[in-house]
T-cell receptor, first 114, second 114 residues
Framework: ETGVTQTPRHLVMGMTNKKSLKCEQH?????MYWYKQSAKKPLELMFV???????ENNSVPSRFSPECPNSSHLFLHLHTLQPEDSALYLC?????????????FGQGTRLTVV | GNSVTQMEGPVTLSEEAFLTINCTYT??????LFWYVQYPGEGLQLLLK?????DKGSNKGFEATYRKETTSFHLEKGSVQVSDSAVYFC?????????????FGAGTRLFVKA
């Protein structure tokens, strides 16, 4: 248990569906992240939030929409996804957005788009 | 630019064998370097880190030394166990003009046979 909880653990959705991934941390961290992990590819940073403000968006398609209502919760809203979006989506948090800060990861949501 | 290159896996070893997983990096500025481990069905967790040149990170028998002259951060363990079977990610964190960046390598899968 790392202190970062993601739900659901598994999700199958059609290309016309709308769904949301949830991430929760009670570690008192200021920064939260969404990563995409695809087979045989480097871990891709999608979004960074610091103190509930989005500070980084790495050219992610608009069909992925993040939301950070408070410092403990982070959502990733999904709509009209493509099969190539199937991947493991990992949430992480850290105390600060500084280079030597450790990130704590959730177990991920395994997303399959059919 | 900033990037991390890891040796391709999978790496298959017998129990008690010596492990080396190579990692090299390119970075603008002065990065901190990390090794994360991902056990089956789980998210990533920090294994060790080093924040400046010549620092050695160590944890659970694993070691890695920050080598600025060779821009490397190779992971080593003297005697692996079956329980070490996992995916290992090398990562760097650096602050550049675009803000804080954490960049992961593609990961190296390790299988340890009894």
């Amino acid at each position: 248990e790392t202190g970062v909880t993601q739900t659901p653990r598994h999700l199958v959705m059609g290309m016309t569906n709308k769904k949301s991934l949830k991430c929760e941390q009670h570690l008192g961290h200021n920064a939260m992240y969404w990563y995409k992990q695809s087979a045989k590819k480097p871990l891709e940073l999608m979004f960074v939030y610091s103190l509930e403000e989005r500070v980084e968006n790495n050219s992610v398609p608009s069909r992925f929409s993040p939301e950070c209502p408070n410092s403990s919760h982070l959502f990733l809203h999904l709509h009209t996804l493509q099969p190539e979006d199937s991947a493991l989506y990992l949430c992480a948090s850290s105390q600060d957005r500084f280079p030597n800060t450790e990130a704590f990861f959730g177990q991920g949501t395994r997303l399959t788009v059919v | 630019g900033n990037s991390v290159t890891q040796m391709e896996g999978p790496v298959t070893l017998s129990e008690e064998a010596f492990l080396t997983i190579n990692c090299t990096y390119t970075a603008t500025g002065y990065p901190s370097l990390f090794w994360y481990v991902q056990y089956p069905g789980e998210g990533l967790q920090l294994l060790l880190k080093a924040t400046k040149a010549d620092d050695k990170g160590s944890n659970k028998g694993f070691e890695a030394t920050y080598r600025k002259e060779t821009t490397s951060f190779h992971l080593e363990k003297g005697s692996v166990q079956v329980s070490d079977s996992a995916v290992y990610f090398c990562a760097l964190s650096v602050t550049d003009t675009g803000g804080f960046k954490t960049i992961f390598g593609a990961g190296t899968r390790l299988f340890v046979k009894a």
